[in-house]
């Protein structure tokens, strides 16, 4: 996809990609899930393919997108039940 973008995109246009880490939910109560940062190995990629870094904006998502992930540790305040809630997203800036 980002390669066909490059492609018709013009020389000094601007890239702008809206990216959060996701959450890879855990397979069973003995295992952990897993936070993927996907907007840095995104940005590797752009970089190696071209595209030219100008800027990051990280901003606050609105609250009723945000999941409650950290209920049980406010209910019971067992510090391993700490899971933090994804409240931020990335706005990377690239330039042809």
Known sequence: MFQ???RITKEGRFLVVNTSPIII???SRAHASKRYPIS????????????????????LKPESSVKN???????HRKQLAYK?????????VYRK
């Open 84 to 92: 933090p809630n994804a409240v931020t997203e990335y706005l990377m």
């Open 4 to 6: 066909e973008t490059r």
């Open 25 to 27: 939910p855990r397979t």
């Open 40 to 59: 840095f190995d995104l940005h590797y990629y752009l970089v190696n393919h071209g595209w030219e870094f100008i800027d990051d904006i990280i901003w």
């Open 69 to 75: 992930r950290n209920g049980c540790f406010v209910q």
